[in-house]
């Protein structure tokens, strides 16, 4: 069982930028890959980018390449999304995921466990 806790998102001006972090519960995180997701009203809920259980292998949405970076630390349960150069059109509740696969996963229906979500806005 893994409880995820996500915190860092808020309010942010275009070509800005924001850290999301995502608390995990558990001694097992490290067995966990993790992934980034996001919800914009009323659109379904889009893969970001994710991260392998050692943090070696990271992969990203073509709309986040190269803004967007995914990290981890084991020793702190935690990872994080850091997120550069936003644009409007990234404005949307941002979920963490966590699924035991050992590859990178880009499909919601294979993570295990989400959080509650953080809502990132961004204006223009």
Do not use: H
């Not at 860092?8 to 995990?24: F, I, M, N």
């Not at 009203?41 to 190269?66: L, M, Q, W």
């Amino acid at each position: 069982q893994v409880q995820l806790v996500e915190s860092g998102g808020g309010l942010v001006q275009a070509e800005g930028s924001l850290r999301l972090s995502c608390a995990a519960s558990g001694r097992t995180f490290s067995t966990y890959s993790m992934g980034w997701f996001r919800q914009a009203p009323g659109k379904e809920r889009d893969f970001v980018g994710c991260i392998n259980r050692n943090g070696g292998t990271t992969y990203y949405a073509d709309s986040v390449k190269g803004r967007f970076t995914i990290s981890r630390d084991n020793a702190k349960n935690m990872v994080y999304l850091q997120m550069n150069s936003l644009k409007p059109e990234d404005t949307a509740v941002y979920y963490c995921a966590a699924t035991p696969a050992l590859i990178v996963v880009i499909t919601a229906d294979q993570y295990d466990y989400w959080g509650q979500g953080t809502q990132v806005t961004v204006s223009s």
